[in-house]
Nanobody
Framework: VQLQASGGGLVQAGGSLRLSCAAS????????MAWFRQAPGKEREFVSA???????YYADFVRARFTISRDNAKNTVYLEMNSLKPEDTAAYYC?????????????????WGQGTLVTVSS
């Protein structure tokens, strides 16, 4: 599956953004989808995931601020980000997992989008 992420931008602290990740292919609904992020000089880290039956998972640092969702009719996964903080500044990547492995581990994902940059100013 090929992924195309969009929706990043510059926002002030406390603001909101919605990221989108459009996927190609007819089997999108079978994939678990996730968002990871990578800040400059830091390793890529898990943000959130949603599996094929819409169970959701969040990193502790975004819980209650971010919401992941999917629209299988549109082959798209979303990340609604509220109450953004300067430390949320990073490139955000969407990823698709067709097989097993931990949802929290980047190594479990088969396909990656190109990343979309989120910058939160203080």
């Amino acid at each position: 599956v090929q992924l195309q992420a969009s929706g990043g931008g510059l926002v002030q602290a406390g603001g909101s953004l919605r990221l989108s990740c459009a996927a190609s292919g007819p089997t999108f609904s079978r994939y678990s989808m996730a968002w990871f992020r990578q800040a400059p000089g830091k390793e890529r880290e898990f943000v959130s995931a949603i599996n094929s039956i819409r169970l959701t998972y969040y990193a502790d640092f975004v819980r209650a601020r971010f919401t992941i969702s999917r629209d299988n009719a549109k082959n798209t996964v979303y990340l609604e980000m509220n109450s953004l903080k300067p430390e949320d500044t990073a490139a955000y990547y969407c990823a698709a997992r067709g097989g097993g492995g931990s949802l929290y581990s980047s190594g479990s994902y088969d396909s990656w989008g190109q990343g979309t940059l989120v910058t939160v100013s203080s």
